[in-house]
């Protein structure tokens, strides 16, 4: 029925990683395949799916190092025990601005209001989008007046100064629209990762 919010992740490495942006991480990666590890919240999690999409794109070999959730991932990484992660914004944000971590990038399309300093991925790799994105949907026999009701307040609600300005705190970026604009959208998302998880071969659990 409705899109609601655009969250990017970010690409970040502890201090003492010896690359400070994407061109210098894909050539080290290019000199050393096989060992550089990423962390992800978990199998099939966007930030899994966000470093699938970077090695199908660039032709890298970086080795994928699933956690339970974002703060045992980013708890090993800042412990050494991996170099890189791509985590949720939200997350990691207060780490990246206190300096215990590096943010080489963010993974949308443009660069984040929250960090406007990080460039975007894309800026290196042109073409390269990959977020994390909420939505409110409804029953498949919901009226059509219903949907068109719900669906114009939702829009009134995002486009509220405070509603955008706390989203945009948290890296976010709202997504008003249609019900067709949201149905776009999961198509075009279905199409692209489908792609990228027959490349990295992942399977359900």
Not at 39 to 64: C, D, F, Y
Not at 84 to 97: D, G, H, N
Not at 147 to 170: C, S
Request: charged share 20%; hydrophobic share 45%.
């Amino acid at each position: 029925m409705q899109a609601s919010s655009d969250s990017p992740n970010v690409i970040a490495v502890i201090p003492s990683f010896p690359v400070k942006t994407i061109p210098e991480l894909i050539a080290h990666a290019k000199a050393n395949p096989g060992k550089i590890n990423y962390a992800s919240p978990g199998v099939g999690t966007t930030q899994h799916l966000s470093g699938e999409l970077l090695k199908m794109r660039v032709s890298v070999n970086i080795v994928h190092v699933p956690y339970r959730g974002a703060t045992p991932a980013l708890a090993d990484l800042l412990g050494g025990n991996v170099q890189m992660t791509f985590a949720p914004l939200p997350a990691s944000i207060e780490l990246v601005r206190a300096g215990k971590l590096r943010a080489l990038a963010v993974t949308t399309a443009a660069r984040s209001e929250a960090l406007p300093e990080v460039p975007a991925l894309g800026e290196f790799v042109p073409g390269y989008e990959a977020s994390a994105w909420n939505g409110v949907v409804a029953p498949k026999n919901t009226p059509l007046e219903i949907i068109t009701r719900l669906n114009k307040e939702i829009n009134v609600g995002l486009a509220d100064p405070k509603m955008k300005a706390q989203f945009a705190d948290l890296g976010g970026t709202v997504l008003p629209g249609s019900p067709a604009d949201f149905e776009r959208l999961i198509a075009d998302e279905i199409e692209k990762w489908a792609k990228v998880v027959k490349f990295a071969g992942i399977r359900p659990d």
